[in-house]
């Protein structure tokens, strides 16, 4: 069989002898045998790869295979390929740099990774690569829980003012204020929030005593505790506004917590004993206080009536001696009998004067009072 034109090999093979399978030094290495697949050569493949490049830009596949005359030894850009390729990268440049920020959002601009402002709702432009952005949610409220992982966990068990253990649960509400210090003045916003939120509460406990804890002081708690972790953020320069602090549960621990329930029902008892008693002693000392009111005045009544009857004993006296100055046998004579009348004047006797010219009266014998007395003296 004749020898093939192009050994599979290399490029440029030497003629080789009829029927000779040995090398004539012109070759890399042995022939393959008869009927095997041929491999085609680097230089046919770069060749192809040329011609589909030059298609896909807009020239023409020009080789003729290996030494032809096509043309265009490289590939050939056209002006209008040259433009597209201009319009294509200048709409990718204009989507990588600009973009568009909700109204529930602030931008923070980077100038080669140096903070160069802050961007407002709304269509922004920072050009790419040199301006970066990241975009941050500044009016939603986030929420940091505080001892709600459940009852006993340690963030929500805390030591009172008077030694007492108690178990809180609070939420604290807050939202970026300033994007740019919330980016770069706080490594890690949650756990330091939540951190500044449970020592604030900490110290505001170890102030105060268990039992208005957990009655009446629960809204100037959270007041204060609102108050004490803005300060300490605003500190940080952190960029972060509390919103409220939501106060939820203030219980002893659980392991206590029937017997000092216990505790509790003795103690209201016992007010309700307190206030039972100070309502008898005000009802007792208010009606003490009457009848002391109503002594004095009776006594003031006798008081002002013994001296008017004084004055009018004094008066009518110095009227009977004036009258007795004048004519003395009749004052004396009128005074014996208004004395006598006195004295006789409630008596059950008849008496009666013989001198006087009594005869013709015939005494009788009161049998209806002799009745009643011997009646009484039974």
């Not at 490049?53 to 080789?63: I, N, S």
């Not at 920072?126 to 966990?153: C, H, M, Y």
């Not at 009666?352 to 002799?370: I, M, R």
Request: glycine share 12%; no cysteine; proline share 5%.
């Amino acid at each position: 069989m004749a020898g093939h034109s192009g050994g599979p090999w290399g490029g440029g093979g030497g003629n080789r002898g009829n029927g000779d399978d040995r090398d004539n030094g012109n070759s890399g290495g042995k022939r393959p045998p008869e009927g095997a697949p041929q491999i085609p050569e680097i230089d046919e493949l770069v060749k192809k790869g040329q011609d589909q490049l030059r298609v896909l830009m807009g020239g023409r596949g020009g080789g003729k295979g290996r030494g032809g005359s096509g043309e265009g030894g490289g590939p050939s850009f056209g002006r209008g390929t040259i433009l597209l390729g201009l319009l294509v990268a200048a709409v990718l440049w204009g989507a990588a740099s600009f973009y568009t920020v909700k109204p529930e959002e602030k931008s923070v601009e980077l100038f080669l990774g140096k903070y160069y402002r802050t961007a407002n709702p709304g269509l922004n432009f920072a050009p790419w690569p040199l301006v970066s952005f990241q975009k941050l949610a500044v009016t939603r409220e986030q929420n940091q829980d505080i001892g709600v992982g459940g009852r006993g966990s340690e963030a929500g068990l805390m030591l009172t003012g008077d030694e007492n253990i108690v178990d809180i649960d609070f939420q604290v509400v807050w939202n970026i204020s300033d994007p740019a210090k919330y980016l770069f003045n706080l490594r890690d916003p949650q756990p330091t929030i939540a951190a500044v939120s449970e020592s604030a509460m900490r110290e505001i406990i170890a102030q105060s005593r268990l039992a208005p804890i957990l009655n009446r002081d629960r809204g100037s708690i959270a007041s204060r505790l609102e108050e004490l972790i803005q300060q300490t953020l605003d500190s940080y320069d952190s960029g972060v506004s509390i919103i409220r602090v939501n106060f939820d549960k203030a219980d002893p621990p659980e392991q206590v917590i029937d017997a000092f329930r216990e505790v509790q029902a003795a103690e209201q008892v016992r007010d309700r004993l307190e206030k039972e008693a100070d309502a008898y002693a005000a009802r007792i000392l208010a009606e003490a206080r009457g009848e002391a009111a109503q002594a004095l005045e009776e006594a003031e009544g006798y008081r002002a009536l013994v001296v008017n009857q004084a004055e009018g004993e004094a008066s009518r006296f110095s009227a009977v001696l004036t009258e007795y100055k004048k004519a003395p046998d009749v004052t004396r004579k009128r005074l014996y009998l208004e004395a006598m009348e006195d004295v006789l004047g409630g008596m059950d006797k008849i008496i009666l004067d013989d001198q006087a010219g009594s005869q013709g009266v015939v005494p009788y014998l009161p049998l209806n009072e002799l009745r009643k007395s011997s009646q009484g003296d039974q």
